[in-house]
């Protein structure tokens, strides 16, 4: 059975750093893309980046570039988001979702399988 | 990047009748290489993550209720809840993923009971 199971709540000062992780479960971990989103309480959904774990690939959003980095365990099947330089609008629940290789989505839909979610808040 | 425009922000339906959510893209979702639309559905309830509903536009995901259907090509997309139950009340989101990165989504159209 598919499962991604993320970390526990964080709360933060800002200029901090969070580093968030999302185990998989049920796949084989190389096969499948791990994407990071992130909602800020109301709002909808954010692109992140990606990291391919097969690889340690990774992909950033230009907005993110600098702020995140994507990391991978594979002797726990494990990902890892860090994000650095936090602030009060970083606010938010941040989501790991499973996505199939690249070309594969003419067969595979993408983000079929999502983390539980983490939320991320600040207290100064 | 396309961006991807839902309407209404908010609907309310009541109960056994259709719900009906649009979605625009900034540009073509159509892959000229196989002539399918790369757009996925997914429905959100609150504390909840993402729940995958349609994709390639129009395939339903294993175990959804097929009062939920997906049409449209290119541009123009639509949601259809057939029957509205209690439990269908949530956000819609869609999504494109043919031009890629960054994976873009629509902003969101709530859905409750009228």
């Known amino acids: 059975q598919v499962q991604l199971v993320q970390s526990g709540a964080e709360m933060k000062k800002p200029g901090a750093s969070v580093k968030v992780s999302c185990k998989t479960f049920?796949?084989?971990?190389?096969?499948?893309?791990i994407h990071w989103l992130r909602q800020a309480p109301g709002q909808g959904l954010d692109w992140m980046g990606l990291?391919?774990?097969?690889?340690?690939?990774?992909t950033y959003a230009e907005k993110y570039q600098g702020r995140v980095t994507m990391t991978r365990d594979t002797s726990t099947n494990t990902v890892y988001l860090e994000m650095t330089s936090l602030r009060s609008e970083d606010t938010a629940t941040y989501f790991c979702a499973r996505d199939p290789p690249p070309g594969a989505y003419h067969l595979m839909p993408p983000f079929d399988y999502w983390g539980q979610g983490v939320l991320v808040t600040f207290s100064s | 990047e396309i961006v991807m425009t839902q309407s209404p922000d908010s609907l309310s339906v009541s109960l056994g009748e259709r719900a009906t959510i649009k979605c625009k893209s900034s540009?073509?979702?159509?892959?000229?290489?196989?002539?399918?639309?790369?757009i996925a559905w997914y429905q959100q309830k609150p504390g909840q993550p993402p729940r995958l509903l349609i994709y390639l536009a129009l395939t339903r995901e294993s175990g959804v209720p097929d009062r939920f259907s997906g049409s449209g090509s290119g541009t123009d997309f639509t949601l259809t809840i057939s029957s509205l139950q209690a439990e269908d009340v949530a956000v819609y989101y869609c999504h494109q993923y043919l031009d890629i990165p960054p994976w873009t989504f629509g902003q969101g159209t709530k859905v409750d009971i009228k």
């Open positions: 540009q073509s979702v159509l892959s000229k290489s196989n002539n399918k639309n790369y």
């Open positions: 049920g796949y084989t971990f190389g096969s499948f893309r």
């Open positions: 990291i391919d774990p097969s690889e340690g690939r990774t």
